[in-house]
């Protein structure tokens, strides 16, 4: 076995002993919303949005952005778990700004190792084989973060089955003290009607 599976049996056989009753803890969401957020390991939505096990739905991916598999999630959310408010947050250094659809297309069709950054851009190992799949991909990087919370809140808003009733709020998670900033252009668009 590897360290890391090791490490992760074992915080999980501490957490069973203290598991108690959230075992009884019902499906939907008890604060009834939902939040969308990038997958960065230095992001705890539980920390940072005050929330306990069985609050909230927390759905994640690279930069927080409303992909298909994203409004999915958030429709799901709410048409069969009863949630009535949602969040996109995306956060300040994020690795989405880092590259482009080009670079990493371009990454993937050198080689499928993991490729290195520095000041001077990425780098990849270049010891293929690679694949030239990642250039037909829309990666939803991130240019300009207000930007993209703006038009992921849009996208959201603009989907036909997203009831219009139910607020979505813009906010940028600043990595380097935490605070939760919002994004007033992207709040007045998801404004409920």
Same mark, same amino acid.
């Given at each position: ?87 996109? #947050?995306?956060? /300040?250094?994020? *690795? ?5 659809? &080009?670079i990493m297309?371009?990454?993937? @069709? +050198? ?46 808003r603009s ?12 906010? #940028?998670?600043? /990595?380097?003290? *935490? ?5 007033? &252009? ?5 404004? @409920? +009607?």
């Amino acid at each position: 076995m590897s360290k890391v599976l090791d490490e992760v049996l074992a915080a999980n056989a501490d957490y069973v002993e203290d598991f108690g009753d959230k075992g009884d803890l019902p499906m939907p969401p008890g604060r009834n919303f939902s939040i969308l957020t990038c997958m960065d390991a230095r992001l705890d939505p539980a920390k940072y949005a005050g929330l306990a096990e069985g609050d909230a739905h927390v759905i994640r991916n690279a930069g927080g952005r409303a992909s298909d598999d994203a409004i999915r999630s958030l429709v799901i959310s709410y048409k069969l778990l009863g949630t009535k408010e949602w969040f996109v #947050i995306h956060h /300040s250094d994020c *690795g989405m700004e880092t590259f482009n659809n &080009e670079i990493m297309g371009d990454l993937l @069709a +050198s080689s499928l190792k993991t490729a290195k950054v520095d000041a001077s851009g990425w780098h990849d190992s270049n010891e293929g084989p690679g694949s030239t799949e990642g250039k037909f991909s829309q990666w939803l990087t991130i240019s300009d973060q207000n930007q993209s919370v703006t038009e992921d809140v849009k996208r959201i808003r603009s989907n036909s089955m997203v009831p219009s009733d139910i607020p979505i709020y813009g906010y #940028i998670y600043d /990595s380097k003290t *935490g605070k939760l900033i919002e994004v007033p &252009e992207a709040t007045e668009a998801g404004k @409920a +009607s």
